[in-house]
């Protein structure tokens, strides 16, 4: 029913898997209500519990949480990813461990509305994180080129950051000869000559 699948759409733009506290954080419900609709959608295969978890799901299949997302309101995407990124953000400052690559998609996702200056360095820490797997490049390039779109919704961008962001992505893209690495060598070098900065030089 429409309840239902209002629920299992602010489920779909956590991710594949899902909790009951972060769903309950985003739709403003109860978690006896949001239950009523997951028990219905676990009787019916859509979703399915998590192992040892009374309180994590998973979808049944990546092509129902796409379908259940694609059909959403951009503004409502963007509205839902904003809290998500807000609740991930809470529970860092918690001392819970957040994955960077978490904070990164939903802050990111909730552009322009979530906070730049935070976008571009969640984005920057999954860069890092990904840097750190033996085949992370592709994953990089993905980050820093998200972080690169916020720093340009910013009033006043920092132009050393702009090319200390396009020079790392350059190297990483270089690494999974991606051809993106010339343009950005290009760009990064052109605002070095035009800032003077003979370190970036």
């Not at 429409?2 to 769903?23: K, P, T």
């Not at 006896?32 to 019916?44: E, I, P």
């Not at 809290?83 to 322009?112: D, F, K, N, T």
């Not at 702009?162 to 000869?177: D, P, T, Y």
Request: aromatic share 6%; with cysteine.
């Amino acid at each position: 029913d429409d309840e239902a699948r209002g629920v299992l759409s602010a489920a779909a733009v956590i991710g594949r898997s899902f909790e009951l506290s972060l769903l309950q954080v985003i739709t403003d419900r109860e978690p006896a209500a949001l239950m009523a609709s997951l028990d219905d959608a676990l009787d019916a295969e859509v979703v399915v519990a998590a192992p040892e978890s009374t309180t994590g799901f998973a979808f049944g299949h990546e092509l129902l949480r796409s379908v259940l997302y694609d059909s959403l309101p951009l503004a409502q995407r963007r509205k839902w990813h904003l809290r998500i990124a807000h609740a991930l953000e809470g529970r860092v400052r918690a001392g819970e461990q957040v994955p960077p690559s978490e904070l990164a998609y939903h802050a990111y996702s909730a552009l322009p509305e979530s906070d730049l200056r935070k976008t571009v360095d969640f984005c920057r820490a999954a860069a890092s994180a990904a840097a750190a797997s033996a085949y992370g490049n592709p994953d990089v390039v993905r980050y820093l080129r998200h972080a690169l779109e916020a720093l340009a919704l910013m009033r006043e961008p920092s132009p050393r950051l702009r090319m200390n962001l396009m020079l790392w992505s350059a190297v990483h893209a270089r690494g999974c000869a991606h051809t993106e690495y010339v343009s950005l060598l290009q760009r990064a070098l052109h605002l070095a000559r035009e800032h003077g900065d003979g370190k970036a030089l």
